[in-house]
């Protein structure tokens, strides 16, 4: 592929020869969805009747006042259907599905999120669904699989390799490749071959154009920072876009920190000297690999942070000097995440913790004429499990896990 697709020299479409024709499919859909005037705002009423869209900006009075500096704003993604922004994206490429008249949507999913918001739009739309999900990920994971199944999705545990999220992605490539007249693959971050990065980022594009528009109608006028926690790059590519032009917006992305970014174990790509730059997975960016190219093993208390490629695109924006990245250590998550329920009953996803711990950092350093914006991409009714295990600090709960255990033993 020529220059089509490059953010400098991140992106790319590296791709067997057998689905050129596919993609190319895909993005001739995608271009005339966009120069469609009809599209974006029909776009726009499918997620207001069907995700609760505009999701609102809220006011943390009592976080602001805990930190004494800036004044915080939330931006809501976690009101969504399925309680993350992942809707904005899976929903979005459901009118793309329609538009090109495929009848089966196959996705990969590591912690199960995508995979349950896929469904959800097969559902709806009244697609064929087939998820891929590492072995491992299923047994994990039950809830999730649990959902999918119901909703009507197939479940193909995949035992090849770690049986993680990686291999699902090679497995729903390889059903692409042997269905792709009736099959489009949904992918789910802004990451994969051009041009996933771009589609998914024109969906997810939503929560900053609305959270501009929010805040300056509440506010009086835009934020000084805006903070998003960085997985595969969706929500962060959404919420940054609203603000791109905007050059006094400093924008920060957070990786997983994990045990630490000098520890080894965690996920952070741009905010370590950790990654290199390489070509899996059907895309050029920075990954976390050994010498040989192998992938290494990731680590966050987040798994929907727990990935070794990025975006594309959040790799040319770092060299632009547009955006800035950190990363948040699992420790520092889990007391943000204990501050924000405490101080304002919000229940943010751990993904979304990233983004709250490091702009709690920040908070103080600033003055109270001064604004942050940060992204709540989610919410953490998910994490009961893992929150409860970090927290330790409730028999009562460890009895009724227990309990649980017995009965399904019995
Ligand atoms: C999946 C997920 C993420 C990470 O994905 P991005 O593509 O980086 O946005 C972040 N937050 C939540 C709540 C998620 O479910």
Same mark, same amino acid.
């Not at 069907?50 to 869209?53: A, I, K, L, N």
């Given at each position: 592929m020529s220059t089509a697709g490059y953010y400098s020299q991140y992106g790319g479409a590296f791709i067997p020869e057998i689905l050129v024709a596919t993609i190319q499919e895909l993005e001739r859909a995608f271009a005339d969805a966009q120069a469609d005037p009809a599209f974006w705002p029909e776009f726009r009423q499918l997620m207001a009747s069907?995700? $609760?869209?505009p999701t609102p900006v809220t006011f943390a009075g009592n976080l602001t006042q805990h930190f004494g500096g800036a004044q915080i704003y939330i931006k809501r993604e976690d009101l969504n259907h399925t309680g993350a922004h992942k809707a904005n994206n899976v929903m979005g490429q459901g009118l793309l599905v329609q538009r090109m008249g495929k009848k089966r949507v196959i996705a990969e999913t590591g912690a199960g999120q995508h995979g349950v918001a896929t469904a959800t739009m097969a559902a709806k739309f009244g697609l064929d669904c087939t998820i891929y999900m590492g072995a491992v990920d299923v047994a994990r994971q039950r809830p999730n699989v649990f959902w999918m199944e119901r909703l009507g999705a197939t479940v193909v545990p995949v035992t090849d390799g770690s049986q993680t999220l990686k291999d699902a992605i090679n497995e729903a490539m390889r059903d692409w490749v042997t269905n792709m007249d009736d099959t489009h693959y949904v992918l789910g971050t802004a990451c994969g071959p051009h041009p996933f990065p771009a589609i998914v980022s024109y969906f997810q594009s939503i929560i900053g154009t609305e959270a501009r528009q929010q805040l300056h109608d509440i506010t009086g006028r835009l934020p000084d920072r805006v903070y998003a926690c960085v997985g595969g790059g969706s929500n962060a590519m959404g919420m940054f876009s609203g603000f791109l032009d905007d050059a006094g917006v400093e924008l920060i992305g957070v990786e997983a920190g994990g045990e630490g970014v000098?520890? $080894?174990r965690h996920a952070a790509r741009l905010a370590s000297t950790d990654a290199s730059l390489g070509v899996a997975q059907g895309y050029k960016t920075y990954f976390l690999q050994d010498e040989d190219g192998q992938m290494r093993e990731t680590h966050s208390v987040a798994a929907g942070l727990d990935y070794v490629g990025v975006s594309p695109i959040l790799a040319h924006h770092k060299d632009q000097g547009r955006v800035r990245f950190e990363a948040t250590t699992d420790d520092e998550v889990i007391e943000a995440l204990r501050l924000t329920m405490q101080k304002e009953g919000l229940i943010p996803a751990l993904e979304s913790a990233h983004a709250f711990a490091q702009a709690f950092k920040e908070a103080p350093t600033l003055s109270p004429d001064q604004i942050i914006l940060i992204n709540q991409s989610g919410r953490g009714d998910k994490d009961i499990f893992t929150v409860a295990d970090a927290f330790n600090d409730d028999p009562a709960w460890q009895a009724f896990i227990q309990n649980k255990a017995e009965q399904y033993r019995a």
């Open positions: 069907y995700s $609760g869209r000098d520890t $080894g």
